[in-house]
Structures are given as structure tokens and as C-alpha cells.
């Protein structure tokens, strides 16, 4: 792994109203690492990636990508985007279009590529996770991970450098869940640097380089998966991990 580091967050703050949802959090992210961040529901886990990835504007501190300042507001989200992805719970597509137009759509209007170039492209993620035959399929003739799935393409054909997942299989039927996992598992084995978002406590143990522990706006923990879920350093991430039972995720 490259010691470069990608992402760079300094005393990030961010407030709705007279709530503060984000207090001081500070991380750097190397290149080819894997984050996982977890945490109660409602702690900022997901405010803090839509802050990375522009979707937010906040209100204290900054983000720094290749040490380059991208949390002014003078930076476009649609450069954003083309270098830091992102895949939400929700699938977002567009329901009028077919499956590869969902995925060649940004990378022609945004990225100006060439339709056949990106077409090719996206033909080649569709094998990849399975889905080849779907290429002319609409939205609703799709099940819930294949279009989770679909959403993860149409993020990577942009060739960004970092992906964000955010809760990707919280809104999946359990036997959906495992197959877009895969599709994280096997950008592992890429090198891609993630930061993921996942109550999934097994498939954080399996990927992580790092975990980070949120809770009320802060770190509490961060920590290598063996030591935090083994024998977590403070108190309120061994209360939080003993609300589970998970067995363990094999990568393969």
C-alpha cells in the first residue's frame, strides 16, 4: 500500500440550526486503505460523508483531497464527484432509462468521453458483478441488489480515486446483502480507498484497515479491526458492540 495520503479532514465541524452534528473530527486517509466508520444511528456517520463528498457544505474546519483545499465554495460538486464517488442506501436511478444509459449518463455529459468508450466500459462492470444480461433492463425489472449494484457502476465509471458507501445494503432483503458486498470485497482486492458507512459488524471486521468509532458528533474510538472488536478501548464501543451478534465474513 502507498503511504500517500488522499483525504485529508482537519477539525470538521457541521451544524443544522442549533445542532451540532459533526464536532472536531480530524482523519487522514491513505491511498488504497479501507475506513469503515460505525456508530449509532443518528451520530453523523452519514452527514460526514456528504461533507467529503460536497452534498453538505460545513461550517467549520476543511477537507483537503491530494492537499488540495475541496470544502470552499467555490469548488463544483461535479469535480468533486469525478474523483471522490459515492453510492447512498438509496439507489437513485433514473426509472426512464435502461440500465446502461443510468450508468453511461455522467461519465458522456460530465466527463465528455466518447458514448463507445464508456459504453465498453460499463459492459465490462456489468460482467463483473453479474449483471451482463441486464444491460437493457429498467429499474423496476430489477431487484433490490441488483440495482444497488447498478448504482456502484454508475459511481465507478467516472474512475474515481475514492469511493464512499453509505449504508449500501441497510434498505436490501438479507439474501440481497451478501451479493453486493462482493462487489466491496472485490474493490478491496483492487486497492481502492473506501470510507464505508455499514452496521454490517462482520463485513467491517473482514475489510477494514481501520475502524473509526462514531458517536455523538466525535471519535471515539479508532482502532485496527482485531483490537476494536476484540477488545475495544472505551467503554461506549464495548456497550455498542455487545448489541450484536454477528458471525464472521470471509473475503475471498
Keep these: ?94 426509472n426512464h432509462l435502461t440500465v446502461i444509459d443510468n450508468i453511461t449518463l455522467a461519465a458522456i455529459q460530465v466527463q465528455h468521453r466518447k458514448k463507445a468508450e464508456v459504453e465498453q466500459a460499463a459492459r465490462r462492470l456489468l460482467a463483473r458483478v453479474g449483471l451482463a444480461d441486464k444491460e437493457t433492463a429498467y429499474p423496476r425489472q430489477l431487484s433490490g441488489g441488483q440495482k444497488q449494484r447498478i448504482a456502484m457502476i454508475r459511481a465507478l465509471i467516472l474512475n474515481p480515486e475514492v469511493m464512499l458507501f453509505d449504508e449500501v445494503t441497510a434498505s436490501l432483503d438479507p439474501e440481497m446483502v451478501r451479493e453486493v458486498l462482493d462487489v466491496i470485497i472485490g474493490l478491496t482486492r483492487q486497492g481502492m480507498t473506501m470510507l464505508i458507512v455499514t452496521h454490517e459488524m462482520s463485513f467491517a471486521r ?4 481501520r475502524i473509526f468509532f462514531f458517536d455523538d458528533g466525535q471519535i471515539i474510538e479508532e482502532n485496527v479491526p482485531e483490537r476494536f472488536f476484540d477488545k475495544p478501548g472505551t467503554e461506549r464501543a464495548g456497550q455498542f458492540l455487545n448489541s450484536f451478534k454477528f458471525n464472521s465474513v470471509k473475503v475471498k
Design 1 to 94: 500500500m502507498e503511504n500517500k495520503t488522499l483525504l485529508r479532514i482537519e477539525h470538521l465541524k457541521k451544524t443544522f440550526g442549533d445542532h451540532t452534528i459533526l464536532k472536531d473530527i480530524s482523519m487522514e486517509v491513505k491511498k488504497g486503505e479501507v475506513i469503515v466508520i460505525i456508530g449509532p444511528s443518528g451520530c453523523g456517520k452519514s452527514t460526514f460523508l456528504r461533507c467529503l463528498n460536497h452534498l453538505e457544505t460545513i461550517d467549520g474546519g476543511a477537507v483537503y483531497f491530494k492537499d488540495e483545499c475541496i470544502s470552499g465554495k467555490n469548488i463544483s460538486r461535479a469535480v468533486i464527484c469525478q474523483h471522490i464517488g459515492m453510492v447512498f442506501q438509496s439507489y437513485d436511478l433514473f
Design 206 to 209: 473482514a475489510v477494514a484497515d
